[in-house]
């Protein structure tokens, strides 16, 4: 079966969202033209930082039509994800992140049950996550935002056939013709 063709960072966000409870557009796939909102919400950014090709197959399989082509392809693909949010404060006025609350949150819904069931449905696997964050708030310079950021691999299989037309697999005897 064809894997579907979903590019493994929008199911990732995807998982993200729903284990985290989040609205549309608090996950985003990160491009630089991408201004973050100046309101008191968590956000979280996915960005690729890289690809390679671990394998790439091609082989044809009989069917009862005649030939069919496999065509399949590995891929490495190097995730970070940041979470970021303002200080704010919470119900009883004291300062409170909701960035470096939940980040926790972040890495139990990438091994949940729904997250094993959209891996399995397009065909990927997110790779052991990293046990630590990486404070990155310093790139918002003088802005006050709490920013972290971790960083792991995904590997995808994609997978194409292709109805090979021009597929023989019988022959009529050759006859031999001899001018005399």
């Known amino acids: 079966m064809d894997s579907p063709l979903k590019e493994p960072l929008k199911v990732l966000a995807g ?9 549309d557009g608090q996950v985003i796939i ?25 394998s790439n197959i091609n082989h044809a399989v009989d069917t009862t ?27 009883d006025g004291h300062p409170y992140n909701e960035a470096r609350a939940r980040k926790v949150e972040l890495v139990m819904g990438l091994r949940s049950i729904y997250a094993q069931q959209q891996c399995d449905e397009y065909s990927i696997r997110i790779a052991n996550i990293p046990s630590s964050w990486v404070d990155v708030s310093g790139a ?41």
């Open 15 to 23: 998982i993200i969202q729903s284990e985290m409870e989040l609205d």
């Open 65 to 91: 039509e005649g030939m069919d082509e496999i065509q399949e392809a590995s891929i490495a693909h190097l995730v970070q994800i940041d979470i970021m949010s303002p200080e704010t404060k919470d119900s």
């Open 140 to 180: 918002e310079g003088v802005a006050i935002l709490t920013r972290y950021a971790i960083t792991f691999t995904i590997y995808s299989i994609f997978r194409k056939t292709k109805e090979l037309n021009n597929y023989y697999d019988t022959f009529q005897t050759p006859e031999v013709h001899v001018n005399e």
């Open 30 to 54: 990160y491009n630089q033209k991408y201004t973050i909102p100046k309101d008191e919400k968590l956000y979280i950014a996915i960005s690729s930082l890289g690809e390679k090709a671990i």
